[in-house]
């Protein structure tokens, strides 16, 4: 739950899968176990879901461009956001 609380906190940014396991204080194969049973999913698919979220979120609530919310929510850019 730490990890994935930080990884909300931190969706502007790459995140990689042995930064959420240390927010965790879990080696990488635990994390991915124990993020496994917990959620049904991978932390990479959750952390996707994650930004899409905060996407459509600020879609409806700001003025912001495609380009800006796709880089305030973690995606590398507009045309990997569009991919999602």
């Known amino acids: ?27 990488r194969r635990s994390y991915l176990r124990q993020f496994a049973k917990a959620t049904g999913t991978t932390p990479i698919k959750w952390l996707i879901e994650q930004r899409i979220q905060a996407s459509l979120s600020l879609l409806e609530s ?11 929510v973690g995606f590398e850019s507009p045309v990997t956001y569009r991919h999602h």
Request: proline letters at 3%; charged letters at 20%.
């Open 1 to 27: 739950a730490a990890g994935m609380s930080w990884a909300v906190e931190h969706l502007d940014r790459p995140i990689t899968l042995d930064e959420l396991a240390a927010q965790s204080t879990m080696s």
């Open 62 to 72: 700001s003025s912001l461009s495609i380009e800006q919310i796709a880089a305030r």
